[in-house]
């Protein structure tokens, strides 16, 4: 080692450079990496939670008053759009449909009036006035008929007495507030459906962070190494007093229906793009409180203050190189000892 240091001496300035021949370079084992100047996305990482989106959460209330008389579903079960739910007897469909049955056999009868007058009209056995009274009675027992249908269609899916709940949208049960036997009415919520194919994430971002975000932004939210990409659709525009931070949110597309309401994640939003230059982070030295590197030149290396800019792995975003330059990415005890002694 002594030796090396000997040989060494003769090759090194102390100014802002090192400088040393390549067959000293190749025995201090500096290797060289070279810059390249890249698209760089600027990214906005947060701490987030994941919630249930408000426009795929449904409600289910009865149309009518009556008993659950059959359940199809339980908490926690996953269902289709238009899938069966509950049977609901009620005594309203029942009356109802008493009237439409009251209701067939007097349009039935007005029916067989109708045809038999309207015969003995034509053979001008009676005057007109009698088979046009027995039109309007048609007429009029054929629209209360189909006024007593169209009432018991616009309750839904009726099964004799009862009517038949169905889920309006797919997804899960996440309340069933209903059992056999239950008395239930309009104002009396039955089930509650989440659908988790979107979902909402709240972020909170430092109020200067917040200053880079804007709606339609686009970003991801992560977990496990699972990922869920999606779009920024609010940005608020108070902050919370108790974190002092921003909230932010992102509609996200739960292709896998990974993620659930209430997990913690990490949320990543793109804010823009800029050119720059990723190094190795070995390469970065720290002398005399500054971060430099390395910078081969002809005849040895030049001491180069630099600023990081971020950092992912074992990579640095850095400012002050060119691209196409070479900088040291080992042996650098020597150069970092000469650079400390400046």
């Known amino acids: 080692m002594k030796a090396l240091w000997l ?35 600027q990214q906005l990482r947060l701490p987030s939670v994941v919630g249930e989106y408000s426009n795929l959460v449904a409600q289910v209330f009865p149309p009518v008053s009556g008993i659950v008389k059959k359940l199809f579903v339980k908490e926690g079960d996953k269902v289709k759009k238009g899938s069966p739910l509950a049977l609901v007897y009620s005594p309203h469909i029942a009356d109802l449909q008493a009237q439409i049955r009251m209701s067939e056999v007097k349009l039935k009868t007005a029916k067989e009036t109708l045809s038999r007058e309207e015969m003995l009209y034509k053979e001008e056995v009676i005057p007109y006035a009698r088979y046009y009274s027995a039109k309007i009675e048609y007429e009029r027992a054929k629209g209360e008929y189909q006024a007593l249908l169209t009432s018991l269609r616009s309750f839904g899916d009726v099964v004799g007495d009862a009517l038949l709940i169905k889920s309006p949208i797919s997804g899960y ?7 056999l036997g ?30 880079k975000v804007r709606k339609g932004m686009r970003g991801y939210t992560i977990w496990q190494n699972y990922k869920a990409e999606g779009t920024v659709d609010y940005v608020s525009h108070e902050v919370d007093q108790n974190t002092k931070r921003v909230l932010i949110r992102l509609l996200v597309n739960n292709v896998k229906d990974l993620f659930k309401p209430g997990l913690m994640t990490e949320t990543v939003i793109q804010t823009g793009s800029t ?23 002809d005849g040895g290396f030049e001491i180069r203050t630099i600023r990081k800019l971020m950092q992912d792995g074992n990579n640095v975003l850095v400012e002050g190189l060119k691209d196409g330059e070479k900088i040291a990415t080992s042996g650098l005890i020597f150069l970092k000892s000469q650079a400390e002694n400046e």
């Not at 008395?183 to 039955?190: I, R, W």
């Not at 994430?201 to 430092?206: E, F, I």
């Not at 720059?276 to 971060?291: F, M, S």
């Open 275 to 297: 050119w720059g230059v990723w190094i190795p982070l070995q390469a970065v030295q720290r002398v005399k409180d500054k971060d430099v590197v390395f910078v081969r030149i």
């Open 182 to 211: 239950s008395g239930v009415d309009p104002s009396k919520e039955m089930f509650k459906i989440h659908s988790h194919e979107k979902l909402w994430v709240y972020a909170y971002a430092l109020p200067e962070d917040a200053l």
């Open 7 to 41: 040989l060494i001496l003769p090759f090194l300035v102390f100014s802002q450079t090192v400088k040393l021949n390549k067959e000293v370079e190749q025995k201090l084992g500096i290797k060289l990496y070279t810059v390249r100047a890249t698209q760089v996305k």
């Open 173 to 179: 049960v996440v309340e069933q507030k209903v059992f």
